[in-house]
């Protein structure tokens, strides 16, 4: 009797997690806003300067096209900020859209190490692509897209 329960409920629990997995692969993918927002905090460049390693930003940003596209930077800090060629002044917000797919490095005053990676990914347009764009998001940010 409690072995037959147990078969029931294993099996109840894989058609879930199928289920799950099936409507992963076939959902589109979608998003709110197609922004990504960074923002630098007021004073992180006094941090900097007094010897506190501050990370404010990571050193990778993914980006997938069609989904989250758009980076916007905030510089709520006392001094200017530079990002690649950019020059945001304090209050200022910089918006740079992504079209392409590729790995882009920019020089950025906020990261501790002065460089950051923008990796933009592909749109996942088949289920396989869509259920491990799906799984990969959630295993870097831990937050379900």
């Known amino acids: 009797m409690i072995a037959a329960r147990w078969v029931w409920l294993s099996g109840v629990a894989v058609a879930v997690v199928l289920a799950g997995m099936l409507w992963a692969a076939m959902t589109p993918v979608a998003a709110g806003s197609r922004d990504e927002i960074f923002e630098i905090p007021k004073g992180t460049w006094a941090r900097r300067m007094a ?16 989904v ?11 001094v200017p900020q530079t990002f690649g060629p950019v020059l945001m002044m304090p209050g ?3 918006r740079l859209p992504f079209g392409v ?9 906020a990261h501790a190490s002065g460089q950051m990676t923008v990796v933009v990914d592909e749109m996942p347009a088949t289920p396989l692509t869509r259920l491990r764009w799906r799984l990969g998001t959630l295993l870097r940010s831990g937050r379900w897209p």
């Open 101 to 109: 797919a590729s790995h882009y490095e920019f020089a950025c005053t």
């Open 51 to 66: 010897g506190d390693k501050v990370e404010i930003l990571p050193s990778q940003i993914r980006l997938t096209l069609g």
């Open 92 to 94: 200022q917000s910089f």
């Open 68 to 78: 989250k596209d758009i980076l916007v930077l905030i510089n709520r800090d006392d």
